[in-house]
C-alpha cells in the first residue's frame, strides 16, 4: 500500500513539474479574453466549455481592424463597441490549453516555418500518451502517405470505392425499405457506415475491407479516443497520469488495439513476404515506405488507426451536413444530379477527369462546409521556437496558437450576404477569367482556412473532397432525399468547447428514382 502511495506521489509531482514546465502560461502583452485559469490549468467544467461561441465572437469584435461591416453573428448580438485589440492578437484559455488566438492577417507568418516548428497539437487535445494519437508527434509517415500516394492515386482508386459505398448503400436500403420503396435513417450514422466502407477499400484493400470486427475497429477508435479524452478533461492535466490507468474507456481503447493488431500483423506479414507495389492501397504504401521506427509492425497499425480517426467521422459529418442542406434546398438535387449524369455520359467510368467535371457540386459542399464547419477553431499549432509575427510581436516558444476561424465564414468582408446558403456561391466566383482552379472544396488559404493553413494543412483533403462527390453520387443518381414529412427546419448543430457537432438523430428519407 506505502508503494503504491509513493508511486502515485511521485508520478503526480513529476507530472506536476513537467506540466509547469511544458504548458504554464508564459507573459506575453497581448489582450485576454474570458477569464484566465487557475494555477493548475482547465478542465471540462470551465468556463471555456459553455461559452465557447461567445468569447470567440467577443475575440472577433474586438480583434477586427476599424471595421466597414458589421458582423452578423448567428446566435448572439454584440454591439461593436470595441476595437481594443486591433492587431489581431488575443489570449483564451480553452478547455485543455492557454492559446493565443492568431487572425488570418498573420497567416503568412508561418508559412515558411517548418513542421517541427510549428507542430500539431492532436496529440495533446486527443490525450495522446493514453490513446495512441502521440504517433503524430513521432512521425510525418501519415501525412506523406496522404499528400503522396493517396492523393496520387484518387483516380484509380475512384471507381472501387464508388462501388464499394454503393454497394454497402444498396444493403443497408434493402434491410430498411419499406412499403413506399423508401427508407428513414438517421443521416449521419448512415454517413460514418458509408465513408467506414470506402475509407476500407482505399486503406486495407478488398480482402479486409468487408471484415465486420475491421470496419467496427477503425470506426470505433475514433470514438475511443473521444471518451477517454472526455473523461481525462474532467480532471486537470497534471492528474490524468493518475487517472488514466483507473478509466473504463482507457482499458477499452487498450482492447481496441489488441483487435486492430489481430486482424492487421497476418496481413502485414502476407504482404512483407510477397511482391512489393502489388496492392493499391494505404497499407501497402505504409509497408513500403515506412523506415526505422516507423516500420515496426506495432507502428504500422497505429498509423493506420490514426488515418482511420484523421480520416471516417471528419469526412462523414461534412458529407451529413451537405445532405441535410440538400434536404433543407431540394431544388439543388435536380441540379447536381444533372451534373453527375452529365460527366458519367462522357465516360461511364469513374476517375479523376468525372470528379474534377462536379463544379456545382464542389461548390455546394464548400458552401455547406463554410456554413457547417467542424469547430469553431483551426490551424491549432504549438511553437517550438519563438516566431515574430509581422507587427513585431514575438510569440515565445511553447505558445499554443489557433485561428478562430468560425466568426470569420459569417463576416460580409469575406462574403456578401455571409449567412445565406448560395450552393453556386464557390462555382461562380470559378467563372471568372483566370480563377477557374480555385475557391474548390479542396482548396486552402487563411480566409478559408477549415483545413489548416499552409504546406502542412489537412494532406487528406483532395481525398475528402472526393469522396464526398463519390458518396453523394452513389444517393444522388439513385435516390430522391428528403427530411421526415412535416419537418421544414434544420436541426440545430450545437457547440461544445471548440466543437461544434452534428445531429446524430436526424433522419433522412431515401427514396428510389423511378
Ligand atoms: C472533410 C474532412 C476533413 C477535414 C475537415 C479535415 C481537416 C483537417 C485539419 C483541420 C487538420 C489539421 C491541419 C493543421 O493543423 O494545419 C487535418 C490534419 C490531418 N488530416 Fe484531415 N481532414 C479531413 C479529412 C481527412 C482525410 C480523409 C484524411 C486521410 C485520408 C485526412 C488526413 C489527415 C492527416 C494525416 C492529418 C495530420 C497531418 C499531419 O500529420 O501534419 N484528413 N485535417
Given at each position: 500500500m506505502s508503494t503504491l502511495i509513493l508511486t502515485l506521489f511521485i508520478t503526480s509531482s513529476l507530472s506536476f513539474l513537467t506540466y509547469v514546465f511544458l504548458v504554464y502560461p508564459r507573459k506575453l502583452d497581448i489582450p485576454r479574453v474570458g477569464p484566465s485559469s487557475g494555477s493548475l490549468g482547465n478542465t471540462s467544467m470551465s468556463y471555456f466549455q459553455g461559452h465557447s461561441l461567445e468569447l470567440i465572437e467577443e475575440g472577433y469584435t474586438k480583434v477586427r481592424s476599424l471595421q466597414s461591416q458589421p458582423y452578423q453573428s448567428c446566435n448572439l448580438n454584440f454591439s461593436i463597441d470595441s476595437v481594443k485589440y486591433k492587431d489581431g492578437l488575443y489570449s483564451l484559455w480553452t478547455t485543455d490549453m492557454d492559446r493565443v488566438i492568431v487572425s488570418a492577417k498573420f497567416m503568412k507568418d508561418f508559412m515558411s516555418l517548418p513542421r517541427s516548428?510549428?507542430?500539431?497539437?492532436?496529440?495533446?487535445?486527443?490525450?495522446?500518451?493514453?490513446?495512441?494519437?502521440?504517433?503524430?508527434?513521432?512521425?510525418?509517415?501519415?501525412?506523406?502517405?496522404?499528400?503522396?500516394?493517396?492523393?496520387?492515386?484518387?483516380?484509380?482508386?475512384?471507381?472501387?470505392?464508388?462501388?464499394?459505398?454503393?454497394?454497402?448503400?444498396?444493403?443497408?436500403?434493402?434491410?430498411?425499405?419499406?412499403?413506399?420503396?423508401?427508407?428513414?435513417?438517421?443521416v449521419f450514422p448512415l454517413m460514418i457506415e458509408l465513408v467506414?466502407?470506402?475509407?476500407?477499400?482505399?486503406?486495407?484493400?478488398?480482402?479486409?475491407?468487408?471484415?465486420?470486427?475491421?470496419?467496427?475497429?477503425?470506426?470505433?477508435?475514433?470514438?475511443?479516443?473521444?471518451?477517454?479524452?472526455?473523461?481525462?478533461?474532467?480532471?486537470?492535466?497534471?492528474?490524468?497520469?493518475?487517472?488514466?490507468?483507473?478509466?473504463?474507456?482507457?482499458?477499452?481503447?487498450?482492447?481496441?488495439?489488441?483487435?486492430?493488431?489481430?486482424?492487421?500483423?497476418?496481413?502485414?506479414?502476407?504482404?512483407?513476404?510477397?511482391?512489393?507495389?502489388?496492392?493499391?492501397?494505404?497499407?501497402?504504401?505504409?509497408?513500403?515506405?515506412?523506415?526505422?521506427?516507423?516500420?515496426?509492425?506495432?507502428?504500422?497499425?497505429?498509423?493506420?488507426?490514426?488515418?482511420?480517426?484523421?480520416?471516417?467521422?471528419?469526412?462523414a459529418e461534412v458529407a451529413a451536413n451537405v445532405l441535410i442542406e440538400l434536404c433543407a434546398q431540394p431544388d439543388y438535387v435536380s441540379m447536381l444530379r444533372k451534373e453527375m449524369r452529365e460527366a458519367l455520359d462522357e465516360d461511364p467510368h469513374i476517375s479523376l477527369a468525372t470528379l474534377n467535371k462536379l463544379k456545382k457540386t464542389d461548390s455546394f459542399i464548400k458552401e455547406s462546409h463554410r456554413l457547417n464547419p467542424l469547430g469553431l477553431m483551426?490551424?491549432?499549432?504549438?511553437?517550438?521556437?519563438?516566431?515574430?509575427?509581422?507587427?513585431?510581436?514575438?510569440?515565445?516558444?511553447?505558445?499554443?496558437?489557433?485561428?478562430?476561424?468560425?466568426?470569420?465564414?459569417?463576416?460580409?468582408?469575406?462574403?456578401?450576404?455571409?449567412?445565406?446558403?448560395?450552393?453556386?456561391?464557390?462555382?461562380?466566383?470559378?467563372q471568372k477569367e483566370g480563377k477557374g482552379d480555385k475557391y474548390q472544396f479542396a482548396s486552402i488559404s487563411s480566409t478559408e482556412p477549415w483545413w489548416g493553413v499552409g504546406k502542412f494543412a489537412c494532406p487528406g483533403r483532395f481525398w475528402a473532397s472526393?469522396?464526398?462527390?463519390?458518396?453523394?453520387?452513389?444517393?444522388?443518381?439513385?435516390?430522391?432525399?428528403?427530411?421526415?414529412?412535416?419537418?421544414?427546419?434544420?436541426?440545430?448543430?450545437v457547440v461544445a468547447g471548440a466543437g461544434l457537432k452534428t445531429s446524430v438523430t436526424q433522419h433522412i428519407v431515401l427514396k428510389r428514382l423511378k
Open positions: 516548428t510549428v507542430r500539431l497539437t492532436a496529440s495533446i487535445r486527443h490525450a495522446g500518451p493514453y490513446t495512441g494519437m502521440d504517433i503524430v508527434e513521432e512521425s510525418g509517415l501519415q501525412f506523406d502517405m496522404c499528400a503522396g500516394q493517396l492523393s496520387q492515386n484518387i483516380g484509380r482508386l475512384a471507381q472501387p470505392v464508388f462501388d464499394e459505398a454503393a454497394s454497402t448503400l444498396h444493403a443497408k436500403f434493402g434491410k430498411g425499405e419499406n412499403a413506399s420503396r423508401s427508407l428513414s435513417t438517421p467506414t466502407s470506402a475509407i476500407a477499400r482505399a486503406f486495407v484493400g478488398p480482402g479486409l475491407c468487408r471484415n465486420p470486427e475491421w470496419l467496427s475497429t477503425a470506426t470505433g477508435y475514433t470514438m475511443d479516443v473521444a471518451k477517454v479524452t472526455t473523461d481525462l478533461n474532467a480532471h486537470y492535466r497534471v492528474f490524468h497520469p493518475v487517472v488514466a490507468p483507473f478509466l473504463k474507456s482507457y482499458h477499452e481503447i487498450q482492447a481496441r488495439f489488441a483487435l486492430a493488431r489481430e486482424l492487421l500483423f497476418p496481413l502485414i506479414e502476407t504482404r512483407r513476404s510477397g511482391e512489393r507495389n502489388q496492392h493499391l492501397d494505404m497499407l501497402q504504401w505504409l509497408i513500403d515506405s515506412a523506415k526505422g521506427p516507423d516500420a515496426q509492425t506495432d507502428k504500422i497499425v497505429g498509423s493506420m488507426l490514426f488515418l482511420n480517426m484523421a480520416a471516417i467521422h471528419t469526412t483551426t490551424f491549432n499549432r504549438y511553437l517550438s521556437a519563438p516566431v515574430q509575427l509581422s507587427n513585431g510581436i514575438t510569440l515565445p516558444a511553447k505558445t499554443y496558437i489557433s485561428m478562430a476561424h468560425y466568426p470569420q465564414q459569417r463576416d460580409p468582408e469575406f462574403y456578401p450576404a455571409p449567412l445565406d446558403f448560395d450552393g453556386m456561391r464557390f462555382f461562380h466566383l470559378r472526393a469522396q464526398i462527390k463519390l458518396l453523394l453520387m452513389a444517393i444522388l443518381l439513385e435516390f430522391d432525399l428528403g427530411f421526415p414529412d412535416g419537418q421544414l427546419e434544420k436541426p440545430e448543430r
